[in-house]
């Protein structure tokens, strides 16, 4: 089969790495954060031989830390929210 100009064509991806990682919010993070620090917490207790329960107390230790910090040291501002609804498609609410 003959190979035409049409067949391959050059489409450039609408998400590039660029835009993915400059959507990313300080809380998308921390919603991140918590559940690596338990597989971290698991995956150190099966390469140690210290207890279970320090690395449960550690993980939700440090868990309880990034709470608190992604609420009441940097909480989220109405300021921060309506910015981030302006980067929102131009579209109506419901796609209009």
């Known amino acids: 089969m003959k190979r035409t100009e049409t067949d ?3 489409v450039e991806s609408p998400v590039r ?3 993915v990682l400059g959507s990313v919010s300080r809380y ?3 919603l991140g954060v918590i559940p690596l620090l338990w597989l ?3 995956a150190a207790w099966v390469a140690t031989a210290l207890p279970l329960h320090l ?8 868990s309880s830390i990034v709470v608190v910090d992604a609420l009441y040291v940097h ?3 109405r ?3 309506e910015g981030h609804q302006n980067r929102r498609s131009t579209r ?5």
């Open 8 to 10: 391959h064509v050059d």
């Open 17 to 19: 790495p660029s835009t």
């Open 28 to 30: 998308d993070l921390v």
């Open 40 to 42: 971290t917490a698991a």
């Open 55 to 62: 690395f449960i107390a550690a993980a939700g230790v440090v």
């Open 75 to 77: 909480p989220p501002t």
């Open 79 to 81: 300021e921060h929210h």
């Open 92 to 96: 109506g609410e419901f796609g209009d």
